[in-house]
C-alpha cells in the first residue's frame, strides 16, 4: 500500500491534482447525473446548512457560521502541524523530491506524531472541503487521506533501514498520525527555523487568514480567488526561500 518512488517525487503534483478533481468534480458534467441526491455542484457549505435548517436544529444562518468555524478549526490546526513541522525538518526536506536526511528527527511535534506534515494536509483538506461540492469533498478527502498513509508507508522502511533501532524504537513509542497530549520521546535538541517554515508553508497560513477573512460574508467565490492568489504566492516564495540543510526525512 506504500507509495511508489513517482509518487513521492511528485507528491506535491498529485496534491495538487487532487484538489483540483475535488473543486471541478466533472462528473457534474454528466445531465444524467444532475438528478442524482448528493450530485449538486452547490459547495458542501451551503448543502449541509441547508440539510440542517430543514431539520430543524439550527436556522440556516447559524448552520453557515457553525461550517465556517469548524472548517477553520481545521485549517488553523493544519497550518500549525505544517509550520511547527516544517520548522524542524527544514525546507530542504519538505521540498525534497527524495528521502534522504543525517540525523532521526524527533523535536518539535515529532515528539507527539511521526507524520505532522501529512496530519495538516489532511486536516487542511478537511476544513478547505466545504467550498467544493459534497462529492467532490468526499472523494478529495478519501484521496488525500489514502496518499498520506501511502506516503508515510514509504518512508518507514527507509528510515527503518537508514536509522535502525533508534528508529524502530521512536515508532513503537510515537503514534503515525494522531497527535498524543505529551511528548512520548525526549527532545533531541534541535533548533527550529520559524521564518523558514512560515515562508515555507505560507500556503497554509494564507489559506487560513483567506477564509477567516471572507468566510463572513458566506461567499465562496472571493475564497477562491483568495485561495488562487496565495497558492501563486506560494509558489514565488518556494522559489527564494533559503534552504537549510536537511536533518531528517520529511513526514
Partial sequence: ?????????????????????????????????????????NSTWLVFSTMVSRQGWLTFGAATVVLLVVALAFMA????????????????????????????????????????????TLLHTVGLAILMPPSGALLAVALIWIFQVRLALAEEPFLATRFGAPYLAYKAAVPRFLPTPAPQVPAAGARAHWLQGALGEFYFIAAFAVMAAFGWSFNAQPIRRGLLISLGVWLILRAFTPRAEPDAVAA
Fill in 1 to 41: 500500500m506504500q507509495a511508489t518512488g513517482f509518487e513521492y517525487r511528485y507528491r506535491f503534483l498529485i496534491h495538487g491534482m487532487v484538489f483540483l478533481l475535488g473543486f471541478w468534480a466533472p462528473w457534474l458534467l454528466v445531465p444524467s447525473l444532475a438528478e442524482v441526491p448528493g450530485f449538486t455542484a
Fill in 77 to 120: 490546526a493544519g497550518a500549525l502541524l505544517r509550520v511547527w513541522g516544517a520548522a524542524y525538518v527544514g525546507a530542504s526536506v519538505v521540498r525534497s523530491p527524495e528521502m534522504h536526511g543525517t540525523t532521526m528527527l524527533a523535536d518539535g511535534p515529532y515528539r507527539r506524531t511521526r507524520n505532522p506534515l501529512y496530519l495538516g
